[in-house]
């Protein structure tokens, strides 16, 4: 089965960085988009990046220009680099893969202190 494992979150000061990884396994990786997307206590999933097979990027605007999607898929592995961390980042990041169905990852937490 597909599995999504997610590391990295941490508790930050506002202005930070951190790198989130997502490790995946028992997917063709490099023929997949991959995402990200996080989740505040008592707010909808949000959707926050994705990046392509062929490694073509999107993000929403809250985070454009601050947060960048990366893969290697040498190691199966999609990364979030989050700079200029803001308290409203906090949330559970999430993974996502989109192959015959999509998957997810059961988190990691960021929490930005101001």
């Known amino acids: 089965q597909v599995q999504l494992v997610e590391s990295g979150g941490a508790l930050v000061q506002a202005g930070g960085s951190l790198r989130l990884s997502c490790a995946a396994r028992?997917?063709?990786?490099?023929?997949?988009?991959m995402g990200w997307y996080r989740q505040a206590p008592g707010n909808q999933r949000e959707w926050v990046a994705t990046i392509t097979a062929g490694s073509s990027t999107d993000y929403a605007d809250s985070v454009k220009g601050r947060f960048t999607i990366s893969r290697d898929n040498a190691k199966n592995t999609v990364y979030l680099q989050m700079n200029s961390l803001k308290p409203e980042d906090t949330a559970l990041y999430i993974c996502?893969?989109?192959?015959?169905?999509?998957?997810w990852g059961q988190g990691t937490q960021v929490t930005v202190s101001s």
């Open positions: 028992n997917i063709l990786f490099s023929r997949v988009a």
């Open positions: 996502n893969a989109k192959g015959q169905f999509d998957y």
